[in-house]
């Protein structure tokens, strides 16, 4: 079994800052990509963004592009995401997630598992 633990949600003004981090315990499969997805408020859930293995390749949602960046760390186990510019539409709950697949690149893509979710709002 695997465990997603994430940290560093919050309250921001508009146009503000904040990065999200993720860490991965377990049973992990031997490679994964690592990415995140985020609920609004009677929205459906979404990919937010998404790096493979060894960290070579990342995918963001149109709305983030150019705001959000993906980065992972060396032993592959820890996913941050660096959140600037941020808009009330931001808002939400922020899940890390974990696939065996080698890509996370939309809301389609397989998840095997889930964080807990961290709370971002963002204020006008």
């Known amino acids: 079994q695997v465990q997603l633990v994430e940290s560093g949600g919050g309250l921001v003004q508009a146009g503000g800052s904040l990065r999200l981090s993720c860490e991965a315990s377990?049973?992990?499969?031997?490679?994964?990509?690592m990415g995140w997805f985020r609920q609004a408020p009677g929205k459906e859930r979404e990919f937010v963004a998404g790096i493979t293995w060894g960290g070579n390749s990342m995918y963001y949602a149109d709305s983030v592009k150019g705001r959000f960046t993906i980065n992972r760390d060396s032993d592959q186990k820890r996913v941050d995401l660096e959140m600037n510019s941020l808009k009330p539409d931001d808002t939400a709950i922020y899940y890390c997630?974990?696939?065996?697949?080698?890509?996370?690149?939309?809301?389609?893509?397989?998840?095997?598992?889930w964080g807990q979710g961290t709370q971002v709002t963002v204020s006008s």
């Open positions: 997630v974990l696939s065996q697949s080698p890509i996370i690149a939309s809301s389609r893509s397989p998840i095997d598992y």
């Open positions: 377990g049973r992990t499969f031997r490679t994964y990509s």
